[in-house]
């Protein structure tokens, strides 16, 4: 089945070690997204890909960045994790076909526990 | 920019009830979309159904359905039949139909479901 995956499920990492998180998708989808998550709230919009373009929303802090190295992989790096970092990370792809519905399509989610 | 609001955070329906989660909207376009996802605890979100505002039908996807009132920009999911599975937290969601970018999507703050036997 096509698909959205993401790894790893859990992370823990260390105050200030950096981390990456990964998102791969089988659904050859061209826009990417990540979003980040913390308990009980919605879902927030750190940036988005729409294929090799690179689109930060306005508050999003500058120790997130991402790497989109070909179509179906997207990564997400934290410099420099802090304390209020840890949260989900949830990634999700749509396509920007007409008449495909406009949805996104989410993974399972990273959850960090930053230590 | 658009908002979204879900003014109750938490719900409760027994088995086999039915129970209507609230999402009211602001925005200035007229040709936009409106989605509910689903998100289990511990799974991933998953959409449950979707609107598109050009279309006056409800949409109905088995025992889910909405209703859509444009003027007064609100979006009420009703789950029929409600099932031990349908625990979970609700979100609701708005899109504009504006290609000009990417989809982005402006959620609620959710409804968490539970289901009681």
């Known amino acids: 089945d096509a698909m959205v995956i993401q790894n790893p499920r859990y992370q823990v990492t260390q105050f200030g070690k950096p981390v990456t998180l990964s998102c791969s998708q089988t659904l050859n989808h061209n826009v990417m997204y990540w979003y980040q998550q913390k308990s009980s709230q919605a879902p927030k919009l750190l940036f988005h890909y729409y294929d090799k373009d690179f689109n930060n929303e306005a508050d999003t802090p500058d120790n997130f960045q991402s790497r989109r190295p070909n179509t179906s992989f997207c990564f997400l790096d934290i410099r420099s994790p802090g304390l209020g970092d840890a949260a989900m990370y949830l990634c999700?792809?749509?396509?920007?076909?007409?008449?495909?519905?406009?949805?996104?399509?989410f993974g399972p989610g990273t959850r960090l526990t930053v230590t | 920019a658009q908002t979204v609001t879900q003014s109750q955070p938490e719900m409760s329906v027994q088995e086999a009830e039915t129970v209507t989660l609230s999402c009211t909207y602001d925005t200035s376009e007229s040709d936009y979309y409106l989605f509910w996802y689903k998100q289990p605890p511990s799974r991933q979100m998953i959409l449950v159904i979707r609107q598109e505002a050009y279309k006056q039908q409800n949409a109905t996807e088995n025992r889910f359905s909405v209703n859509f009132q444009k003027a007064a920009k609100s979006f009420s999911l009703k789950i029929s039949d409600s099932q031990l599975g349908d625990a979970a937290m609700y979100f609701c969601?708005?899109?504009?139909?504006?290609?000009?970018?990417?989809?982005?999507?402006?959620f609620g703050t959710g409804t968490r479901l539970q289901v009681t036997l």
């Open positions: 999700a792809t749509s396509t920007r076909l007409e008449g495909q519905g406009k949805e996104q399509y």
């Open positions: 969601a708005y899109r504009s139909a504006w290609t000009g970018t990417a989809s982005k999507l402006t």
